[in-house]
């Protein structure tokens, strides 16, 4: 007797079980459409997505100078990949201050481009072009501007002496303390605001 009752409820459980799966499935069917609709290419802002473009942003970890009462901190960075290290440190650089570095106190002196900075380096000297606005700032900004772009890339390259140019000529530029230099300048003429 036992043995009928458990057939009948294995009976009854299957009878269920299909009566539940002809339900799920009959409420996911997709009747014809009427008109064909067009697929957008891009995504709700207008631009084409990475995976869109077949192009995937790469970004890695890159090591900057910010400013934090006066004095240059190193933080951590992550930035799309360019073409050589140099370039994707200086547009990490670059880059608007994030949330959490505005709360944690940091600002950059350096004036925001739209453009990146040019940089080439040879033999430990890096000839860097000024980015547009800099001349606007006050004298203690344009320290701390040099200042960090020295920092930087002395951090990430093989140059330690660094001379600026504006796209043409040679620039002088504020040492430390202040004084109009017309030759490369290195970490040491920034030493009071080292980190």
Sequence with gaps: MSGLRNSTRRRARCVVLLLALATLTA???????????ALSSTPGDGQPSHQQTGVATV???VRV???HDGTLVQVRRSAPLRNTHL????????????????????????????KPVKVH???HLATLQLPPGFDGLAVSEQI???GQLV????????????EFT???KQISVPDGSGRLVDRPVTRTDYIRIAP
């Design 27 to 37: 409420g996911c069917a997709l009747g014809p459409q009427q008109e064909p609709v």
């Design 59 to 61: 970004k890695v970890s």
């Design 65 to 67: 100078y910010l400013v």
């Design 87 to 114: 370039e994707t440190v200086l547009g990490a650089l670059f880059e608007s201050l994030h949330f959490a570095e505005r709360n944690e106190g940091l600002r950059t002196a350096l004036p925001r481009g739209d």
């Design 121 to 123: 380096v040879k033999d």
């Design 144 to 146: 701390l501007a040099v």
């Design 151 to 162: 920092f930087t890339i002395s951090a990430n390259s093989a140059a330690f002496r660094i």
């Design 166 to 168: 504006d796209g043409k």
